[in-house]
């Protein structure tokens, strides 16, 4: 063999060395993608749970969250302001997912989950009231999504403050 024959070999040693690298890194990248993913649908879960919690966590915020389904028309201002703080981060929890649901990292089984949750409470007197005087602030896509679901799911969801008797008001 000459030396331009052992080049030659060297060169396609050479170009299978480099393919078989790209195909190592691509495995990698998504691996490392699928693995942020799920990180970041974790994350989320957990900030969506952790906001449920804190409405009815402190005798205070359940107080105030019971009052809000139940009435928020009649609550006081600094009340209304309260209910808000406790009832907006599950929006924003809500937002995030149908977001990430819209990116392909949220199955439309978890999506479904949250949203019948969520609009279970905007069902209620008290939470369709304050999503009516509130819906004008978050993006119009996420606010059409939620008035769509809204409309759609009056046969099939009961308002959160019938199907589960802790959200009852007091009698």
Same mark, same amino acid.
């Given at each position: 063999?000459?030396?331009?024959?052992?080049?030659?070999?060297?060169?396609?040693?050479?170009?299978?060395?480099?393919?078989?690298?790209?195909?190592?890194?691509?495995?990698?990248?998504?691996?490392?993608?699928?693995?942020?993913?799920?990180?970041?649908?974790?994350?989320?879960?957990?900030?969506?749970?952790?906001?449920?919690?804190?409405?009815?966590?402190?005798?205070?915020?359940?107080?105030?969250?019971?009052?809000?389904?139940?009435?928020?028309?009649?609550?006081?201002?600094?009340?209304?302001?309260?209910?808000?703080? +406790?009832?907006?981060?599950?929006? !924003?929890?809500?937002? =995030?997912?149908?977001?990430?649901?819209?990116? #392909? *990292? &949220? @199955?439309?089984?978890?999506?479904?989950?949250?949203?019948?949750?969520?609009?279970?409470?905007? +069902?209620?007197?008290?939470?369709? !009231?304050?999503?009516? =005087?509130?819906?004008?602030?978050?993006?119009? #896509? *996420? &606010? @059409?999504?939620?008035?769509?679901?809204?409309?759609?799911?009056?046969?099939?969801?009961?308002?959160?403050?019938?199907?589960?008797?802790?959200?009852?008001?007091?009698?």
């Amino acid at each position: 063999m000459t030396f331009s024959d052992w080049s030659v070999i060297a060169e396609l040693v050479s170009a299978v060395g480099v393919i078989i690298s790209l195909i190592y890194l691509a495995v990698q990248i998504r691996h490392a993608t699928k693995q942020r993913d799920a990180q970041g649908l974790q994350l989320l879960r957990a900030e969506y749970l952790s906001s449920i919690d804190n409405c009815t966590g402190t005798l205070e915020n359940a107080d105030i969250f019971l009052k809000g389904l139940n009435n928020f028309a009649d609550m006081p201002a600094v009340e209304q302001a309260c209910f808000h703080s +406790l009832i907006h981060p599950l929006l !924003h929890g809500f937002h =995030s997912l149908w977001e990430a649901h819209k990116a #392909g *990292i &949220v @199955s439309t089984s978890d999506l479904d989950a949250t949203r019948d949750q969520f609009i279970s409470l905007l +069902l209620t007197s008290g939470g369709r !009231h304050w999503w009516e =005087s509130f819906k004008h602030v978050p993006p119009p #896509g *996420i &606010v @059409s999504y939620i008035d769509d679901c809204i409309e759609g799911s009056k046969m099939r969801l009961k308002p959160a403050n019938e199907s589960l008797p802790w959200l009852r008001p007091a009698e």
